[in-house]
């Protein structure tokens, strides 16, 4: 197998790594946090246009609803497993891509 084959595996591990441990980072950093939403924050904008859309209330199930629940109790195995998943297929997906790029400039 060729070398560019090992650097799409290794791009799609890191990914899936890398991803995995990132997101609940992420999360936090757009203020959904253990002790409720952070006021100023990303995830305060969001509660509140939920808020008027839904008639002054966030509905149960929804992406503000998912992203809080991760934030005050961390990702479930599933949850990670998915995004874990995600994101090696898209480092794997870009790797592919820029081997292609490189044969098409030769």
């Known amino acids: 197998m060729s070398k560019e084959f090992y650097n799409i595996i290794k791009l799609t591990a890191a990914g899936a790594v890398g991803s995995a441990v990132l997101a ?3 999360i936090g950093a757009a203020g959904f946090a253990a002790a409720g939403i952070t006021s100023g ?4 904008g969001m509660m509140s246009s939920a808020a ?3 008639g002054g ?50």
Do not use: D, E, F, W
């Open 24 to 26: 609940p980072l992420a």
């Open 41 to 44: 924050s990303l995830a305060a």
């Open 57 to 106: 209330s966030v509905a149960a199930g929804s992406l503000i609803a998912i992203l809080q629940s991760a934030g005050a109790a961390g990702l479930s195995a599933y949850a990670t497993a998915g995004v874990a998943s995600v994101g090696g297929a898209t480092c794997a997906v870009l790797g592919g891509a820029v081997k292609l790029l490189r044969r098409m400039r030769k």
């Open 52 to 54: 008027i859309a839904n």
